[in-house]
């Protein structure tokens, strides 16, 4: 029998927060691999001949550093994408998003808001 008062735990392993990995490379990275391996194998010897195999030789090397990068950290491919993502914002809009809005008008309006908000207990 159980008391109400006892206090169960449990042993987590943040499996929830991992990125599904097989052969040391993320499952959607290696699917997304094995298919541009075959379409390389099947398109090079169609348009090239027997040079045509050796166009697999790029997703295969391509794997390879996926392969690599990931070894140490599995999210570094997530990292590197939200990297690439503020990097192209950044240069759309000139400036780091993160620090200032879009709005000219932005400073002044909320340097109103905070003096109304500290200096002015009234309201």
């Known amino acids: 029998m159980s008391d109400d008062s006892t206090i169960l735990e449990f042993e987590t392993h943040n499996s929830m927060s991992r990125v599904a990995m097989t052969v040391g490379v993320p499952l959607f990275v290696l699917i997304f691999h094995g298919l541009a391996i075959i379409l390389c194998f099947f398109a090079?010897?169609?348009?090239?001949?027997?040079?045509?195999?050796?166009l697999p030789i790029l997703p295969l090397l391509s794997f390879f550093a996926v392969r690599i990068i990931c070894a140490l950290d599995d999210r570094a491919l997530r990292r590197?994408?939200?990297?690439?993502r503020r990097r192209?914002?950044?240069?759309?809009?000139g400036r780091h998003l993160l620090i200032t809005p879009r709005n000219p008008d932005w400073s002044k309006k909320n340097a109103r808001r905070i003096i109304r908000k500290s200096f002015l207990p009234g309201e």
């Open 88 to 93: 192209r914002l950044n240069r759309m809009y």
């Open 80 to 84: 590197f994408k939200y990297s690439l």
């Open 44 to 54: 090079g010897i169609y348009f090239l001949g027997w040079w045509g195999l050796t």
